[in-house]
């Protein structure tokens, strides 16, 4: 689904376009004259220094948790992506669910690997094939415990 903000602005051809475009399928922000949206991309190095000067800015969010979280809150309160998108500040509520989203992840990742005596037997082994499977299964157990407390929100 296409959300557009009430705010418009004319384009180049005199047509009248929405400052705030977000499809909900694709996960895709396009911004008028986001400052802070084209800073974000900038030090993420999604953009470059030159794409600063131009007035639309578009990003995908490619992340599993921004499909989840933008379709369970489409599902059960789609008033707030609306409002998100009307003020124009999807880019920023999603750009920073994602970093925190991913901290949390591999924080507790991180914390799993401590207490995971299979991972520290397959680094003592080299059995790199091992190491790669149990850290997936870790992501994985992660994912159950941060997904329902801050993708599984609205």
């Known amino acids: 689904m296409l959300l557009q ?3 418009r602005i004319f384009d180049e051809n005199g047509k ?3 400052i705030c475009e977000f499809d909900t399928d694709r996960i895709f922000v396009r911004s008028y004259d986001n400052d802070s949206m084209k800073q974000s991309l900038l030090q ?3 953009i470059e220094e030159e794409d600063m000067a131009n007035k639309w800015c578009k990003h995908y969010f490619s992340s599993e948790a921004m499909r989840y979280h933008v379709h369970y809150v489409m599902e059960h309160n789609p008033e707030k992506i609306e409002s998100l998108v009307d003020e124009n500040n999807i880019f920023a509520y999603l750009w920073k669910l994602d970093e925190h989203v991913f901290e949390a992840v591999e924080a507790q990742v991180e914390r799993l690997c401590e207490n995971a005596e299979d991972l520290q037997v397959a680094k003592k082994k080299g059995d790199f094939l091992q190491i790669a ?3 997936k299964m870790l992501d994985m157990q ?3 415990v941060v997904y329902p407390a801050l993708v599984y929100r609205a």
């Open 133 to 135: 499977r149990i850290k």
């Open 5 to 7: 903000s009430r705010k």
């Open 16 to 18: 009248a376009v929405s």
């Open 142 to 144: 992660a994912r159950e």
């Open 44 to 46: 993420f190095g999604a």
